[in-house]
């Protein structure tokens, strides 16, 4: 995996900048990192790597003196394994069940609370309630529910890259009916919350293949099940499960997991040009 961002800075360049980087692939038990290099030019006069409040790797770069761009490049090799659910006895129970033992269980787990409470991107809302109980039907088995709500998702909206930015609030995507994964799984993920059910933004890429390497980002959304584990789910595809898709790191909704944030002082008219291949490894 390569992934390569440019920020431009303007015709007077930046004094200082300030960047929290989340380009490390987490180590699961389904996905071994086997190598990972975090590149940054010009050099940083500090960088740190620390373990973030949801055990993702986040290396915080600082750098000084007068500088026309930043290119933050992350190179990272990882391997996939058969990914092992468990979880399915849940998926099987009353969906009223499951967010009953949800609220038990984060009433004194405040871990999961954060992930049963709304934020900004993901709200707990009647709203989101709303949209989301035409899946969620009194005495429907919890796995039927999450099928049944990402083919809703699926079906209502329509990927489209151009039509929102990473600032786009959910309610600006429900409106326009299109945007991209980032836009489906804060809705995935708030419609879940407001059914009083825990779930988490997951932040990765989808693994390509020789012919066709992945070129992007993505996102999906996973539910937290009753008897421990959390069960994935990609709206953006309409499908249960993320097979082939390589975790960076999951938190509440996008601001916890951004790929790079951060601040470059004195900067003007920043750009940013991002290129991102995902393929296999050549065999000899």
């Known amino acids: 995996m390569v992934h390569r961002s440019r920020y431009e800075l303007g015709a007077a360049g930046a004094v200082a900048c300030r960047l929290e980087v989340h380009l490390t692939p987490r180590a699961l ?6 190598f990972h290099q975090l590149v940054v030019r010009p050099l940083p006069s500090s960088r740190r790597l620390e373990e973030d409040a949801f055990g993702n790797r986040c290396a915080r770069v600082e750098l ?13 090799v990882v391997r996939l394994g058969e990914e092992e659910p468990g979880g399915d006895g849940d998926l099987g129970q009353d969906w009223r069940a499951a967010a009953a033992r949800t609220a038990a269980a984060a009433s004194e787990d405040p871990a999961l609370r954060a992930f049963v409470e709304g934020t900004a991107r993901a709200p707990r809302s009647a709203a989101m309630a709303e949209y989301a109980r035409a ?38 995507f429900c409106e326009l009916r299109r945007g991209v994964c980032q836009d489906f799984a804060h ?16 932040s990765g890429y989808v693994a390509g293949s020789a012919a066709a ?26 499908r249960l499960g993320a097979t082939g898709h390589i975790v960076l790191g999951y938190g509440r909704d996008y601001d ?22 995902v393929a296999p490894e050549e065999s000899d």
């Open 187 to 202: 809705l995935a993920v708030a419609c879940l919350r407001s059914m009083g059910l825990a779930a988490r933004y997951v």
């Open 64 to 76: 000084g003196g007068r500088f026309g761009a930043v290119e933050v490049t992350a190179l990272s």
């Open 135 to 172: 899946s969620f039907e009194e005495g429907r088995p919890l796995g039927a529910a999450l099928e049944g709500l990402v083919a809703r998702i699926r079906r209502d909206f329509a990927f489209d890259p151009g039509a929102t930015a990473a600032d786009t609030g959910l309610a600006a």
């Open 213 to 238: 390497p992945s070129r992007a980002s993505h996102a999906w959304a996973s539910v937290w099940l009753p008897s421990g584990g959390w069960r994935d789910l990609d709206p953006t595809v309409g």
């Open 256 to 277: 916890d997991v951004a790929p790079i944030r951060g601040t470059a002082d004195g900067a003007r008219g920043v750009r940013l040009r991002t290129a991102i291949l």
């Open 29 to 34: 038990p389904h996905q071994a990192v086997e």
